[in-house]
């Protein structure tokens, strides 16, 4: 085999190291995003069907829901304070740190969304749920493969949640049924925009982790936390644009 051959040949063997290592790590990242959304499925009907548990964090009246008991606010509040808290406590987070931050906040997502099966109906949920799923798997695909930077998109998204949130705030109070169409119309657009940012984002760290284990079990935690965070944002989102409310 001549010099050039054998410098292919190894140029490819690397290339092919490092593909199957990324997709294990992407892997480890969309099994744990699963598990994730199962287990939230679990908790929204647990809170949403099972009385004990529903008339613990929900005020119902005639069928109909009017509000939230005190453990519905700290269940409802519990994972912004997480995630605030979390970007001052964890600089530098364990494996084991980094994980329960992930269940931990997909639990109390998890049993807050059961607001949302005594909102809109059973068909609305499961309807918009695949849709989120197939628009999730297209735009976390052309993250993957798209040879576009999309890390320019990666500030605007950002303030654009923050303003997203800000105008949340303002539409409790001014309770406009138009402005909170409006609101969701873009807070689909940002968080497609997300999922694809996020999913490019995650590859480029792995190449970036240089195959450091420990850093890479963080990654797939946080990794798996952010596509979580924007397929629940999607979903919800999409649910107030089509959903039926009962």
């Known amino acids: 085999m001549s010099e050039y051959s054998r410098a292919n ?3 490819t063997t690397l290339d092919m190291s490092a593909d ?9 990242v969309y099994n744990k995003l699963g598990l994730g959304l199962v287990l939230s499925g679990i908790l929204a009907y647990l809170t949403s069907a099972y009385p004990p548990v529903r008339d613990a964090m929900f005020n119902i009246q005639d069928g109909y829901l009017v509000g939230y008991t005190l453990l519905g606010n700290i269940v409802r509040f519990a994972p912004l304070v997480m995630i605030f808290g979390s970007m001052f406590v964890m600089k530098n987070p364990s494996a084991a740190a980094a994980n329960l931050l992930y269940w931990a906040m ?23 749920f695949f849709i989120t799923s197939a628009a999730f798997f297209g735009l976390s695909l052309f993250g993957y493969t798209t040879k576009r930077n999309l890390q320019a998109f990666g500030s605007f998204l950002i303030m654009a949640v923050i303003g997203l949130i800000l105008a949340m705030v303002v539409n409790m109070f001014l309770k406009s049924g138009m402005m909170a169409m409006i609101i969701s119309g873009i807070g689909v657009l940002i968080f497609s925009g997300l999922i694809a940012y996020d999913t490019q984002r995650l590859k480029l760290q792995y190449y970036q982790l240089g195959g450091d284990q420990r850093s890479m079990a963080v990654a797939t935690s946080m990794g798996a936390l952010s596509l979580y965070i924007n397929f629940i944002n999607l979903f919800q989102f999409l649910l107030m644009l089509l959903g039926n409310r009962r």
């Open 9 to 11: 040949y190894g140029a």
């Open 20 to 28: 199957a290592g990324l997709r294990k790590f992407m892997l480890g």
């Open 106 to 128: 997909v639990a109390t997502i998890g049993a807050g969304l059961g607001v949302w099966l005594l909102v809109y109906t059973g068909e609305s949920v499961a309807q918009t």
